[in-house]
T-cell receptor, first 112, second 116 residues
Framework: DAKTTQPPSMDCAEGRAANLPCNHS???????VYWYRQIHSQGPQYIIH???NNETNEMASLIITEDRKSSTLILPHATLRDTAVYYC?????????????FGKGITLSVRP | DAGVIQSPRHEVTEMGQEVTLRCKPI?????LFWYRQTMMRGLELLIY????????DSGMPEDRFSAKMPNASFSTLKIQPSEPRDSAVYFC??????????????FGDGTRLSIL
C-alpha cells in the first residue's frame, strides 16, 4: 500500500469545519483514498472514499487534488462527538486483496 | 440491523491459559478480518478470510495464535498459551466483496484482553 502522511493532531471549535489533511505522494493510478475514524474505546468506522473526484456523503466531504498526491477530509460542522483518531489509507479497490493498513492517523480534538 | 458482534468484551486471564475470542460477522458479508491494537504498534491486521477460507495470515505473530472460520456466521481467534505481551484490544471486521461496498469494513466493538 502507498504510504500516507498525516499530522499527529489538530483541533477545531465545535460548529466549525474541520479540515483534515493527508499526503499520499506515491499513490498509484488504481489506488483509492479511504478515510476511517476511531472514537475512543470503539472499533474503526468507515467515513468515505474516493478515486479522483470529490466525494460527499452524510458524514463528510473528501477533496482530492488534481494530481492525487494529497487529499482533505472535511467535517462541515464538527461536534464534540467527532473527537477521534482519523486514518487516511490508500489502496486498490479491485481484486481479492481487501486489506487495510492503518497508520498512526491524526487525532482530532473538537473543543466546546 | 446487527453489526459485527464480538465476545467477550473483556477478558482477563493468567499467562499460560488458552484464550478464545469470538466474532459473528454481518450476515451476507464475504470477508472477515481480525486486527490487534496496542499503544506501541497501533492497529495491525492479523488474518483475513474470504468465503470462510484464510487468505492472508502473514500478520499472525506466531504459532500460539490460530484462527478459524467454520461457517459464514462465526469465527474464532485462539491464543494458546497466552502471554502478557498478547494483552491488547482485538477487533473483528467484515465486509462485502462486491461493488462500492468493497473495503468498507464494519468493525465490532473489540475484545479487551489482559494477560496477567
Amino acid at each position: 500500500d502507498a504510504k500516507t502522511t498525516q499530522p499527529p493532531s489538530m483541533d477545531c471549535a465545535e460548529g466549525r469545519a474541520a479540515n483534515l489533511p493527508c499526503n499520499h505522494s506515491t499513490i498509484s493510478g488504481n489506488e483509492y483514498v479511504y478515510w476511517y475514524r476511531q472514537i475512543h474505546s470503539q472499533g474503526p468506522q468507515y467515513i468515505i472514499h474516493g478515486l479522483k473526484n470529490n466525494e460527499t456523503n452524510e458524514m463528510a466531504s473528501l477533496i482530492i487534488t488534481e494530481d492525487r498526491k494529497s487529499s482533505t477530509l472535511i467535517l462541515p460542522h464538527a461536534t464534540l462527538r467527532d473527537t477521534a483518531v482519523y486514518y487516511c489509507i490508500v489502496k486498490p479497490n479491485t481484486g481479492a486483496n481487501s486489506k487495510l493498513t492503518f497508520g498512526k492517523g491524526i487525532t482530532l480534538s473538537v473543543r466546546p | 440491523d446487527a453489526g459485527v458482534i464480538q465476545s467477550p468484551r473483556h477478558e482477563v486471564t493468567e499467562m499460560g491459559q488458552e484464550v478464545t475470542l469470538r466474532c459473528k460477522p454481518i450476515s451476507g458479508h464475504d470477508y472477515l478480518f481480525w486486527y490487534r491494537q496496542t499503544m506501541m504498534r497501533g492497529l495491525e491486521l492479523l488474518i483475513y478470510f474470504n468465503n470462510n477460507v484464510p487468505i492472508d495470515d502473514s500478520g499472525m505473530p506466531e504459532d500460539r495464535f490460530s484462527a478459524k472460520m467454520p461457517n459464514a456466521s462465526f469465527s474464532t481467534l485462539k491464543i494458546q498459551p497466552s502471554e502478557p505481551r498478547d494483552s491488547a484490544v482485538y477487533f473483528c471486521a467484515s465486509s462485502l466483496a462486491r461493488g462500492q461496498a468493497r473495503s468498507q469494513q464494519h468493525f465490532g466493538d473489540g475484545t479487551r484482553l489482559s494477560i496477567l
